[in-house]
């Protein structure tokens, strides 16, 4: 039983050495060299070169170009160059077409503290923390130049000087939330009324200004330090008074 043992172990030792080299040179081999091949094509891969020719598509081209009179999907063309012609023609024609409302008009502040506040400033004075810490300077304050809600917009889209554009990191409509939010900033600086809310039931109201939002604040102070002052002359509860009662009872 042990010879017959012996005998299996010696030829599957074998069969091993032999798959794994090559029996006429006696040496080990490459993986690709090797007689039995499990997967071929997991060792010799088809190695397509970028570009290259190919017979499938019409004058050999690989790379096909966009059929005529389409876009990418998602993307909206934008049909203002990038000159001093587009921005004039920008600032002149172009409009918002996302509605101001109070939920566009927040998430347009929550986007510009994001990406504008670190260098227009919280208020759009041109004081942000790089300007103030003279990281850069010469940043303008919103009411200190003639801007539209086109300019603005069209600024985003490619960048001014040393302002970088925003295409990339904002999406079409986030944009326009984020011009709503400058144009309010603006007409607070210059000390005129913010354009008018559309509210959900369709009516345009005015929107609450940041003095009067102050005022507020003030006079919800006030109230919250006079209720505390009211609850401190409450006489005791019943409860109180008859844990009092108690107390004197047991003195007694």
């Not at 012996?6 to 069969?15: G, S, Y």
């Not at 005015?206 to 939002?213: G, L, S, V």
């Amino acid at each position: 039983m042990n010879k017959i043992s012996n005998t299996f172990l010696i030829a599957i030792l074998a069969l091993v050495l032999v798959s794994c080299g090559d029996s006429s040179t006696k040496e080990v081999s490459p993986k690709s060299d090797r007689s039995v091949q499990y997967f071929p094509n997991m060792y010799e891969s088809v190695g397509y070169e970028t570009y290259q020719e190919g017979d499938i598509f019409p004058g050999d081209v690989e790379a096909q170009k966009p059929v005529e009179g389409t876009v990418s999907r998602g993307w909206m063309p934008y049909d203002y160059e990038d000159d001093n012609d587009g921005y004039a023609s920008a600032k002149a024609n172009l409009k918002n077409p996302v509605p101001l409302t109070e939920a566009h008009l927040t998430n347009g502040q929550a986007l510009y503290s994001i990406y504008c506040a670190i260098c227009h400033g919280s208020k759009g004075d041109g004081q942000g923390h790089l300007v103030t810490t003279e990281k850069i300077l010469g940043v303008p304050s919103y009411d200190a130049r003639e801007i539209t809600e086109g300019s603005i917009y069209h600024v985003m889209y490619y960048g001014i000087n040393y302002m970088g554009s925003y295409a990339s990191q904002t999406s079409i409509e986030e944009r326009w939330e984020i011009t709503h939010y400058v144009e309010a900033l603006r007409a607070d600086l210059m000390g005129v009324a913010r354009k008018p809310v559309l509210t959900e039931d369709g009516k345009m109201v005015a929107p609450e200004t940041p003095a009067a939002q102050e005022e507020t604040d003030s006079l919800s102070t006030q109230n919250t330090d006079k209720d505390s002052e009211i609850e401190a002359d409450v006489p005791p509860t019943t409860g109180s008074a008859n844990a009092q009662s108690d107390n004197m009872n047991q003195g007694q």
